[in-house]
Nanobody
């Protein structure tokens, strides 16, 4: 299994970035996927989740209405469109593959594979 994130960078407050995560080594279309982030000195936290059939999505309260998670199963790619960015969105963003029979989607224990992360910095 391999997950490779890209698309991070420096953005101004109010700006936008689009993250991508290319997956390989497993049947991407059969698994829920999520984005998490980790700020310096803090634990990795849930950002957004999408069901295997892309019909179900969930968001952390502080990104709801600003971020949109999506997927292209034919291209085995997960996306995170981030609009109206805030300095508190700064962190290392990871995509994760949800485990079979995971009880929830909001904790790191629900995932068995992660990418290496892509850095997002929001600053003026």
């Amino acid at each position: 299994v391999q997950l490779v994130e890209s698309g991070g960078g420096l953005a101004q407050p109010g700006g936008s970035l689009r993250l991508s995560c290319v997956a390989s080594g497993f049947q991407f279309s059969h698994y829920d996927m999520s984005w998490f982030r980790q700020a310096p000195g803090r634990e990795r936290e849930f950002v957004a989740h999408i069901g295997w059939d892309w019909d179900t999505t969930h968001y952390a309260d502080d990104v709801k209405g600003r971020f949109t998670i999506s997927r292209n199963n034919s291209k085995t790619t997960l996306f995170l469109q981030m609009n109206n960015l805030k300095p508190e969105d700064t962190g290392l963003y990871y995509c994760g593959k949800r485990k079979d029979f995971a009880p929830t989607f909001k904790t790191i224990r629900d995932y068995d594979y992660w990418g290496q992360g892509t850095q997002v910095t929001v600053s003026s």
